[in-house]
Nanobody
């Protein structure tokens, strides 16, 4: 599986951004796609995940209610809609894929596939 993320940028606090992650290769209906982020000097942290062809989602407490993950199965793309952005959301965001939803937690150690990061900067 190859992953390519798009959509990072700079925005003021309270604004919105949408990240996209295009997946190619063998993707099974039970596979899980999701996002992690890493700010300078901090450990990588889980943001959210979705089972590829189901509606099961999981979010970190820090983004719950503000971020939404969705998929476009026809385009093999997963999206991260980020609303009400805060300066503490500033980080490099990484798209990830794995067989198991349980792997999408903490710092993502054990995740099978990673995309290159895309930078999100939120100014106050």
């Amino acid at each position: 599986v190859q992953l390519q993320a798009f959509g990072g940028g700079s925005v003021q606090a309270g604004g919105s951004l949408r990240l996209s992650c295009a997946a190619s290769g063998r993707i099974f209906s039970s596979d899980v796609m999701g996002w992690f982020r890493q700010a300078p000097g901090k450990e990588r942290e889980f943001v959210g995940a979705i089972v590829w062809r189901a509606s099961n989602t999981r979010y970190s407490d820090s983004v719950k209610g503000r971020f939404t993950i969705s998929t476009d199965n026809a385009k093999n793309t997963v999206y991260l809609q980020m609303n009400s952005l805060k300066p503490e959301d500033s980080a490099t965001y990484y798209c990830a894929a794995d067989q198991f939803l349980a792997t999408f937690r903490s710092n993502g150690n054990g995740i099978d596939y990673w995309g290159k990061g895309t930078q999100v900067t939120v100014s106050s």
